[in-house]
């Protein structure tokens, strides 16, 4: 679980008891919010890595591995991600991380490339930004495509195709 302000990471144990959390906080290198307000957001790969993204004016980006409770930094988003809830959100398809960066004009869509560390600059969504941002979200179905609903005032929903020739879906 990752919260904004100077909350430390907290995980919930999938052994022993059920409903319980873990006592022993795991503190990431900085605050997830940065130094303005905003949600920080994160994605696991399935297997024993969460990727999280700081928010709040800042491109931090970090690993975090809970069975030996290490914590790396990755290369930085190359855009700030828009503080006061203006965030934006993630999703992993494949060995890539797609960031959707939120905010106003300077919305952006990238992908991250876990074993290159390495971020891509993709097409925006059609029309972006849509409203500002605030609330969007994306998913992943089965077949490793993105579905984005656009934050803001909007009723905007749409698909990213991702296919293995085209890991961007470019």
Known sequence: ???GGDVTLGI???GGEINQWDATPYNLPA???GTEDGNGV?????VDAFYILRAGGTTGFYKFI???KTTSTLTSVPTSIPPNGGGGSIAL???YIYLYSGGNSSVKFYAYSISGNSWTTLTNPPSSPYGDGIGSTM???ASGNIYFAAGGATTNFLKYTVTSSAPYGE
């Open 1 to 3: 679980v990752v919260s």
């Open 12 to 14: 919930a144990s999938a």
């Open 31 to 33: 605050t997830i919010s």
């Open 42 to 46: 994160m994605v696991t790969d399935g």
């Open 66 to 68: 809970p069975s030996d």
């Open 93 to 95: 398809s494949g060995n």
């Open 139 to 141: 998913a992943v179905d």
